[in-house]
């Protein structure tokens, strides 16, 4: 079964940076797009950026844009998110998530019925 596992999320403040991590135990995940979705207090999951297969396009929600970026290694079947000048209103549950295909560009990928497999969350908390 495919795992995805997160790292990255903390506490920082207002302006600062975090990276976050997800690994995954699958050896076709160079061939699949890959997502990061997050999800504040009694809300539903929101797109944050998506990437697709090898690296070739990326796509980003517009409060994001300028701030966040998307990349992965595919070596070593990891994704990441690199977030920069974080906002308070950032703070909530980031999700990565692995499609079935990477046949599409990233704008393609952009809702979560587009992903099959979830991580279990990080918790990402910026203080003003």
């Known amino acids: 079964q495919v795992q995805l596992v997160e790292s990255g999320g903390g506490l920082v403040q207002s302006g600062g940076s975090l990276r976050l991590s997800c690994t995954a135990s699958?050896?076709?995940?160079?061939?699949?797009?890959m997502g990061w979705f997050r999800q504040f207090p009694g809300m539903g999951r929101e797109f944050v950026a998506a990437i697709s297969a090898r690296s070739g396009t990326t796509s980003y929600v517009d409060s994001v844009k300028g701030r966040f970026i998307i990349s992965r290694d595919d070596a070593l079947n990891t994704l990441f998110l690199q977030m920069n000048n974080l906002k308070p209103e950032d703070t909530a549950v980031y999700y990565c998530?692995?499609?079935?295909?990477?046949?599409?560009?990233?704008?393609?990928?952009?809702?979560?019925?587009?992903?099959?497999?979830w991580g279990q969350g990080t918790q990402v908390t910026v203080s003003s």
């Open positions: 699958r050896r076709t995940f160079s061939r699949v797009a």
């Open positions: 998530a692995a499609a079935p295909n990477g046949f599409f560009s990233a704008d393609s990928y952009r809702t979560s019925n587009k992903y099959d497999t």
